[in-house]
């Protein structure tokens, strides 16, 4: 079992910043993906940006790449997201997701194993 916290969410204007964060507890591995996922009212959840511990990257969607930052402090099993430049169409639930598989980091929501509660994220025009 894994578990994941998220915090960091809140309520923001449009061109601000905020940083979320998930730390991971339990049964994890030396090399497995930890990322982010946003769904917004009436959308299918969507994939944000990952990396995979051990110097395995990262990858983003294109919708937040330049704008959104991933990074991990493996000592403390936790994952950052810096969302910077803020948009109104990033308001949504971020989900922090872990994928404990091997090979390279996949956006299909399946492919990931265990997922946090939840934080909202609301960006205001």
């Known amino acids: 079992q894994v578990q994941l916290v998220e915090s960091g969410g809140g309520l923001m204007q449009t061109g601000g910043s905020l940083r979320l964060s998930c730390a991971a507890s339990g049964r994890t591995s030396s090399s497995y993906v930890m990322g982010w996922f946003r769904q917004a009212p009436g959308k299918e959840r969507e994939f944000v940006a990952a990396?995979?511990?051990?110097?395995?990257?990262?990858r983003y969607a294109d919708s937040v790449k330049g704008r959104f930052t991933i990074s991990g402090d493996n000592a403390k099993n936790t994952v950052y997201l810096l969302m910077n430049n803020l948009k109104p169409e990033d308001t949504a639930v971020y989900y922090c997701?872990?994928?404990?598989?091997?090979?390279?980091?996949?956006?299909?929501?399946?492919?990931?194993?265990?997922w946090g509660q939840g934080t909202q994220v609301t960006v205001s025009s």
């Open positions: 997701a872990t994928d404990l598989g091997l090979g390279g980091i996949y956006q299909q929501a399946s492919r990931y194993d265990y």
């Open positions: 990396l995979r511990w051990g110097g395995g990257g990262t």
